[in-house]
């Protein structure tokens, strides 16, 4: 519930600002932080990584425009 809360103050203070693209928590993102790797290295299948990869796109979109 918290993660929501924040998601909604935080659309609402910065309007426009914010990526629509949320990183979910995940595990195997600090185990990849901690193993010195990036996470399409260490593990490109997971959660974290298909995020990162949606972030990506959504940056990619928007510097089209």
């Given at each position: 519930?918290?993660?929501?809360?924040?998601?909604a103050?935080l659309?609402?203070?910065y309007?426009?600002?914010?990526?629509?693209?949320?990183?979910r928590?995940?595990?195997?993102?600090?185990?990849?932080?901690?193993?010195?790797?990036?996470?399409?290295?260490?593990?490109?299948t997971?959660?974290?990584?298909?995020?990162?990869?949606?972030?990506?796109?959504?940056?990619?979109?928007?510097?089209?425009?």
């Amino acid at each position: 519930i918290e993660g929501i809360v924040a998601e909604a103050v935080l659309g609402e203070i910065y309007q426009g600002k914010v990526f629509e693209t949320i990183i979910r928590a995940n595990i195997t993102l600090a185990e990849a932080s901690a193993g010195g790797k990036d996470i399409f290295s260490f593990d490109a299948t997971c959660a974290g990584a298909k995020d990162y990869q949606d972030l990506a796109k959504e940056v990619i979109k928007l510097l089209k425009k």
